[in-house]
């Protein structure tokens, strides 16, 4: 992307994070152009959740800053925070859907919660923005008052989705939005997050090891390894990299192999 | 910022009106804007007959749309000019029209909640009576089959339920103990009876007090936390995942616990027993003037043996009853937090409710039998 250099919605600049006692980061720089969604592949436990939830401010790096928007998050004040909050969504891993709320009530949370800050919505309203937030993700308003723990992985997912843009996120945090889906919901949530990130402009930080999502979703791709961004380029750029991780990740599977074998039968 | 703004121009000409939103609509957290798209789009005479132009808008969001579209009287407007991205909004606006359900309703006349209440009653009553048929078929089968016993689970619960109890359960019985001696003992000083305290209080200590501590210590402890942890297993998925290696819940989660407590809570309402007497010893000996030796001493002749075994049958009997109904609660929650804090709760209560029943139970039917 062009413009990247000069308007990052996400920079991170030399952050070092400790779990435990284990340096999971030692030194991680990227930054994320406006419009643009970088994906992150890194082998299992190379840090990709954590360095989610470092640019979300729900960890504290030892030194470095993660910069969203323009502001530190980590150095914000709670008014600043807050507004940061309501620009962006995540989407968890799991969904992490509350259990105890209906789908619709789960949707209807963070727009009731700007009650609580003086820009309540009316009620009206409230019910109307979740029917539609739910449209938006094609999920089925029968569905609507199931509880979290009635729903299919994919329901799961878009739920979340819709939950994640209520308040009409402009930049979006997907942890592996693809993973525990079967090949065809992936693709069919691929396509969505696609549909979405176009009607919305939509800039966006995407963990996956989801070649189709990758593909079809991230302008760039950045591996982490060994507490440091390894390389950042396009799919095809970082394919060529000589590492182990990537070599592996990029090996076509034994099902893509025949596949294209059954495609191109002078092979 | 003020040409941001949202507001609309309006063009009438022969009759015709055409509507110009302009500035930026993006409304969702903006509740100033709110007001403000709301003043300006009020001045707008029969908003569905115009002519709409939303080309001039530097943005527009959902509940900017969504404005729009209920002052369109949630239909399309006369004519519509709008960018593709906008029409996406009002696309799935006009989609939802007529599919939204209701809400699933909830009766709320008292009757119909005195029915549900119990119902649910009878119904947890009867899955509770299954689960102990589930469990001593277990027991059973387990018994014939002794690779099957949960040891691990059976010592875990022994361990956390038993021993982990014994400091708690002995300083509040200790204190217990205390006070029950000191009020008694005014009493019986009046009287010059002071001996009679050995009597009065073992007693009640032996045959009520020390159970019933005991019950109540375990059910709040210990039962609260099986609920908790068996119910927060539905969600994880984990009671499915044991069901996939032909693990039956009941005789691994439920048995162990019943089991465990029907073998730890006899001793520890031992060990309440003797706690509580002590702490009386100290006070009749500080207050009452009889030694600690004369106490033992008169306590054989005071107190029959039998008082002590009531107390731990009680025990037993109590144990089971906390690891059934906090495994019964925990086995049957729904994957849900809420669902979590209701059993939980109802674990609590409905173990000591029951504690209580049989005990009055239990008590009528020694008396009827002249073992009192
Ligand atoms: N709360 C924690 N305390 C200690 N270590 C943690 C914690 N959370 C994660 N870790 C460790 O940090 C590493 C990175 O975790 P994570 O970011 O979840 O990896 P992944 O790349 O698979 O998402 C892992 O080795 C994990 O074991
Ligand atoms: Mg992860």
């Known amino acids: 992307m062009a413009d990247s250099r000069i308007d990052p919605v996400i920079r991170v600049a030399g952050l070092r994070t400790r779990l435990g006692d284990r340096l999971v980061h030692s030194n991680v720089n990227l930054e ?209 990299v000589d590492h182990p991780f990537i070599q592996d990740l990029f090996t076509p599977t034994r099902g893509q192999e025949r596949m294209y074998r059954l495609s191109h039968p002078g092979n | 910022m003020a040409s941001q703004d949202p507001s609309v121009q309006i063009d009438r000409d022969h009759g015709r009106t055409r509507v110009r939103p302009e500035g930026r609509w993006t409304l969702i957290a903006d509740p100033d804007g709110r007001q403000r798209a709301s003043e300006a789009l009020a001045e707008i005479e029969q908003p569905s007959q115009a002519e709409w132009d939303l080309r001039g808008m530097e943005a527009l969001d959902s509940a900017g749309a969504l404005l729009l579209w209920r002052l369109w009287g949630k239909e399309y407007p006369a004519e519509l000019q709008c960018h593709e991205q906008q029409r996406g909004y009002f696309e799935r606006l006009a989609g939802l029209a007529g599919r939204i359900p209701e809400p699933p309703g909830r009766w709320w006349h008292p009757l119909v909640r005195i029915g549900e209440g119990l119902y649910h009653a009878l119904q947890a009553g009867g899955q509770m009576l299954l689960l102990l048929g589930q469990i001593l078929v277990s027991t059973g089968y387990a018994l014939r089959n002794p690779r099957f016993l949960p040891w691990t689970e059976l010592s875990a619960t022994i361990y956390k339920a038993g021993l982990r109890s014994v400091v708690l359960l002995g300083v509040i019985n200790f204190l217990i103990g205390m006070v029950m001696a000191y009020q008694m003992g005014l009493e019986i000083a009046k009287y010059g009876a002071n001996t009679a305290i050995i009597g009065v209080l073992s007693i009640a200590m032996l045959r009520e007090l020390g159970p019933w501590i005991t019950a109540i210590i375990l059910a709040g402890r210990t039962g609260s936390a099986i609920t908790a942890e068996i119910g927060s297993m539905h969600l994880t998925g984990e009671l499915s995942a044991l069901r996939t290696f032909g693990v039956s819940p009941v005789l691994r989660l439920a048995l162990p616990r019943v ?58 009997i109590n144990g089971v009853i906390i690891g059934l109904v906090a495994s019964y609660y925990g086995l049957y929650a729904q994957p849900s937090t809420e669902s979590l804090r209701r059993q939980t709760t109802a674990s609590v209560v409905t173990t000591l409710s029951l504690v209580l029943v049989l005990d009055a139970g239990v008590g009528a039917l020694l008396a009827g039998a002249g073992l009192i």
């Not at chain 1, 969504?89 to 609580?116: H, K, M, W």
């Open chain 2, 259 to 316: 089991l465990g407590l029907a073998i730890a809570m006899p001793l520890l309402v031992v060990w309440a027993d003797f706690t509580g007497m002590v702490g009386g010893m100290v006070v009749a000996d500080a207050s009452l003037g009889i030694s600690p030796s004369l106490f033992l001493e008169r306590l054989p002749h005071d107190v029959e043996l039998v008082n002590f075994w009531i107390g731990v049958a009680k025990g037993v």
């Open chain 1, 32 to 240: 994320v152009g406006r419009g643009e969604i970088l994906g992150v592949i890194g082998a299992s436990g190379s840090g990709k959740t954590a360095l989610l939830k470092q640019v979300a401010g729900l960890l504290q790096p030892e030194s470095g800053q993660a910069e969203v928007l323009g502001v530190d998050v980590h150095r914000a004040s709670w008014s600043e925070a807050r507004e940061l909050r309501k620009r962006w969504g995540i989407l968890y891993q799991n969904g992490a859907l509350f259990s105890a709320l209906t789908v619709f009530d789960n949707v209807a949370f963070p727009l009731r919660e700007l009650a609580r800050y003086g820009e309540a919505l009316e009620e009206d309203m409230v019910r109307e923005l979740t029917w539609l937030k739910l449209a938006m993700v094609h999920f089925e308003p029968e569905d609507a008052w199931k509880l979290p723990g009635e729903l299919s992985g994919g329901m799961v997912k878009r739920a979340a989705l819709a939950r994640a843009l209520a308040l009409e996120a402009e930049l979006l945090f997907l942890d592996e939005p693809t993973t525990g889906l079967d090949p065809i919901l992936a693709r069919e949530f691929t396509d969505l997050l696609g549909e979405l990130r176009k009607e919305l402009g939509l800039s966006g930080l995407m963990i996956s090891h989801d070649l189709d999502a990758l593909a079809s979703l991230g302008d760039r791709i950045a591996v982490l390894g060994e507490g440091c961004i390894l390389t950042t380029g396009s799919l095809e750029e970082v394919a060529q």
